[in-house]
């Protein structure tokens, strides 16, 4: 009897034992899986798949699975990201990111009028700066996506700002760069492989060459709204063709009632750009291939000299019908890719600029640009480097200063001359760069267009830039 | 004497507190319906001193409840939402949930639809609104008709995550406060379509379209095997204690289980 009693207990041990080992196991899987699994986890935050899998086969009971569901979810609304409570459930995922750069700047200009042999020739100065913008994109369902960005400094064409001040954060304000929402899809109507739909303050959709963008400063986001439809393997394999337009006001001197004290007389006029861009893209092989993109710019500006705001753009604006013509080559070259690059452009109405704004009518419109360069490498991963050198002319009225590369001729007409660039990856996220921009004017009785305020008008240009940035 | 005057005091506290046992349960208009009032009923017939306050406004409702700490059960019929576990944390409140039952969404038209079947792939183009018209799914032509639950409703939430992909319900669609409504709707219009728990079925005027040759029955939600099938949870601060896991092991308990399969539901084993 006694040793019966014995027997049960040491059954009833044992099955104790091994309920506690498999219940045990059971979490331990569940918890390794979910470690292995962490990308997921942080992702649905409950770690949902996994455990759906061990339940449904029956590694888990149902309530097993969710009381580990719960303890996930709880551990996750306890890190600083689980905390985050979006204001909307429509939000899908978030991506924060962000970039800062200090920058060592050299200026050194040589005045377009002042005598020869003059002292104040030559102006120099060294500035030390610093930008920084932070972004998040916002992935909605159906798919919507939307972006800001804040970013230093509130001119069109740079996001950079003085340091100085000992230490003073005047000149430290944040400005809105970005304020967009997009719509993207593919195979739309069994017409678009691809379609973009974008309003608000934007990147802009087009595609230029060059350092800092040359013909669309990179800084520069254009407000309003843009489209980008595209086809895939259009007649041939690997050519494929896109279509991109925008609408962006440019000048808004509506929006309030115009005081007469400002010399502002009659109605203004909003001013409108609108683009248009076709660009065709063939790749003979893997990252080997040619671009082209046709584009048309059209800026419908106020030429009664009526620009209530004109104070905030770097140039006045006129009616210009800017038609571009970027192109590329681009293939490997040692290992290393190589872009062989340039563009042709010329503005309609240069003609009816110069005269406005020189009054020579019988003179020559001075209204085509062009530039050509080739980059090697690609300072992006650790390790890893590029090199530009480049050509640029641009003539008196064949562009405008709100859209041009700021750091080459102060973004003005009347400038040829060259860039160099040398950039090196010191790690996968943080960047040096140095950049040389030499300008001289190319009709030389003249000074560069638009004549600086107040300031002195280039012969000769140039600009000195060493970059140390990081990405995050 | 002294002692008579005490016991009495003691008994009359003790009635006193078992009187003022009151359950409070906010939640799911799913679970809050049907189910829970009948299985309060029958707890309630068993534990005389029990008294009950049921609110069934949306599972958002009673995780909020929880959260605020103006319900001892919060029902839900989906999972309570990171960032709501977030919250209540914040406030100090441990969400525990407990599986008290399982359901599967049935796809209801009328009873007049010329459709006897549908496939996962039209269910999402229908509530999504790609499709707008019954011709372009095989039945008869006419602008369909989508009913659906309100936000503050799990269902609601659970039929994006289970059958159209996350993505948002058509524009078109009408928002019902509960079940009944939408199946009452779904009766009465020959071009209505919507989902219901399988508590809410039976409706007249109504009949249940196979997804991808599959049924919401007590056997294809058993086994994981109808699409849209997901188990209905009490939430609780904490585990449950007291009146609370009381009701919670009556509702899991044999008497509990065979309540829940009488309104409709899958009992949780």
Known sequence: MMVGILQDDEEQTNSLRRNKMNKMMKWSLAVACAVISTGSVMAQGDGGPLIDALVKKGVLSSQEGEEIRADMTADLASTPGGMISWGSSAVRGVRIYGDTRFRYEYNSIRDQVTPPGSDSRQTEDHRYRYRLRIGADYTFASNFNAGVRLETQADSTSTNTDLGGFFDKNGDAINIGLAFLSYANTDVWGIFDTVRLTAGKQISPLYFNGVNGFLWDTDANPEGFSQELGWKDVGFDKLDIAFRSGQYIVSNVNNSAVPAAAGIGGNATDAWMATAQVEAKYDWATRSGFKIAPTFIGIQGDETGTQANSSVLRQSLSNDAYFLIPAEVYFNVLKQPLRLYGTYGLNLNGEGRNHLATGERFNSSKNQLFNVGATLGNARNKGSWDITGEYRYVETNAYTRNLQDSDFNGGRGNGHGFVGSFGYAVTDNVQLRASYFHSMNIDKTQGTFPAPTGGTNASIAQVLQIDLSWRF | ?269
């Not at chain 2, 005389?48 to 069934?56: L, R, S, V």
């Not at chain 2, 996962?120 to 799914?137: E, M, P, R, Y």
């Not at chain 2, 289970?162 to 009766?187: C, F, S, T």
């Not at chain 2, 009381?246 to 899958?266: R, T």
């Open chain 2, 1 to 269: 004497m002294k002692k008579t005057i005490l016991c009495l005091f003691a008994v009359a506290l003790t009635l006193g507190s078992a009187q003022a046992e009151k359950l409070v349960i906010k939640g799911s208009d799913t679970l809050g319906a049907k189910m829970v009032p009948q299985l309060a009923e029958a707890f309630k017939a068993k534990n005389p001193g029990t008294t009950f306050e049921i609110a069934a406004e949306g599972s958002t409702t009673g995780i909020a409840a929880i959260t605020d700490g103006t319900a001892d059960i919060g029902m839900s019929s989906r999972r309570a939402r990171g960032s709501e576990v977030a919250i209540a944390a914040t406030k100090g409140v441990k969400m525990v949930p407990t599986i008290v039952s399982f359901d599967g969404m049935g796809i209801i038209v009328n009873t007049g639809n010329s459709l006897t079947g549908i496939s996962k792939a039209d269910v999402n183009k229908i509530f999504t609104g790609d499709v707008t018209d019954w011709s372009q799914v095989g039945g008869k032509p006419g602008k369909i008709s989508v009913y659906t639950r309100n936000t503050a409703s799990g269902t609601y939430q659970d039929f994006k995550d289970l059958a159209m992909n996350k993505r948002d319900y058509a524009k078109a669609a009408q928002k019902m406060a509960g079940n009944e409504q939408i199946a009452a709707e779904v009766g009465k219009n020959p071009n209505g379509i919507g989902y219901v728990g399988m508590a809410y079925l039976k409706a007249p005027g109504i009949k249940t379209l196979p997804v991808d040759g599959s049924l919401p029955t007590k056997a294809s939600v058993q086994a994981k095997k109808y699409p849209y099938a997901r188990p209905n949870f009490f939430y609780t601060n904490g585990a449950p204690t007291g009146k609370t896991k009381e009701f919670i092991d009556f509702l899991l308990g044999p008497s509990g289980h065979i309540i829940v399969d009488q309104v409709g539901f899958v009992p949780a084993k």
